[in-house]
């Protein structure tokens, strides 16, 4: 008899132990995917980011906690907060697969797993599948139809702004419809209101993630034609260098254009090239833009 005791005794120690493990490995996962999440975002921190993060994985552990589901208001007492200045959160966390609800509307809360997710496109596979496949691929071709029979020249680098501005702008208008688009089955929210505002924070996150490091990459593609490098190279080169002055010059305006700190500041004359392309292929929009700008600048001053 007291062995049999024993045996229950170590039995229910066990299914403790195993319970404890897979709780810290089910959270361990979710704080994973939240690091993953949180660093696809700005990596400029402030105190408003901090606190709506920290918010967040006090959610998520909470409704972890909660095998059995948890209710909105339920949720809001204990986090405490209010009810509606709950909802923001819960969106955000719906729409990025770290929790969902059920399909009534007064249905509890349970963190995702395989069994329970849908089908739908995720924002970051959307933004990141189209990054690697065609934004860093040198040797994607985007289709520009008016280009075949415009008689207009196009220096290089004004080439390949309208290039970039036509996958850049081309991306973000494909994934607007693509958002709308019920086939996607991006929402698993069955409240209209909050579908729609899911919506619009599945195409911010799309667009959040697709201006990672953009500035980056668009450094890159107009680094061969820029002609103001040249320029910069000449000006700076004492007259009869050397080959080998030459040769390190340019090295050293290489390194500096992509390397030195900071990163996103360029030289007067290479932002002065930017916007002359710009204006050339843009006339209209660029003196709009450029007036708003120097107004602004001259009101700030």
Same mark, same amino acid.
């Given at each position: ?5 024993? /045996?229950?005794?170590? +039995?229910?120690? #066990? $299914? @403790? =132990?195993? &319970? %404890? !493990?897979? /709780?810290?490995?089910? +959270?361990?996962? #979710? $704080? @994973? =995917?939240? &690091? %993953? !999440?949180? /660093?696809k975002l ?221 990163y996103f ?30 107004t602004r ?5």
């Open positions: 008899m007291n062995n049999d005791k024993s /045996d229950e005794k170590s +039995k229910l120690q #066990y $299914d @403790r =132990k195993i &319970k %404890l !493990e897979n /709780d810290r490995a089910i +959270k361990q996962e #979710y $704080d @994973r =995917k939240l &690091k %993953l !999440e949180y /660093d700005n990596p400029q921190s402030n105190p408003s980011n901090d606190l709506v993060r920290k918010k967040e994985q006090r959610i998520v552990n909470t409704i972890l906690a909660h095998e059995d589901g948890i209710s909105h208001q339920e949720l809001a007492d204990i986090i405490g907060i209010d009810r509606n200045n709950l909802r923001p959160y819960m969106i955000r966390l719906i729409q990025r697969n770290l929790v969902i609800r059920e399909k009534d509307k007064h249905g509890k809360y349970y963190p995702t797993n395989k069994a329970r997710k849908g089908i739908s496109i995720s924002a970051d596979i959307l933004a990141n599948s189209y990054v690697s496949n065609i934004l860093d691929n040198e040797k994607f071709l985007i289709d520009i139809p008016s280009l075949e029979t415009n008689i207009i020249p196009f220096s290089g680098l004004e080439y390949k702004l309208l290039k970039l501005s036509n996958m850049f702008g081309g991306f973000i208008i494909y994934a607007m419809i693509q958002s709308m688009n019920p086939e996607n089955k991006i929402t698993k929210i069955w409240n209209l209101v909050e579908e729609d505002i899911a919506v619009q924070a599945w195409l911010e996150d799309v667009i959040l993630i697709f201006m990672k490091d953009i500035l980056a990459r668009f450094k890159s593609r107009v680094f061969d034609d820029l002609k103001s490098l040249d320029q910069i190279l000449l000006e700076d080169l004492p007259p009869k260098s050397s080959k080998s002055k030459i040769r390190d010059k340019n090295f050293s305006i290489a390194w500096d254009f992509f390397f030195q700190r900071p500041t360029l030289d007067q004359r290479i932002i002065s090239e930017l916007i002359g392309c710009f204006s050339n292929l843009y006339p209209k929009l660029s003196r709009v833009l450029e007036k708003t700008r120097r600048i001259t009101q700030a001053s």
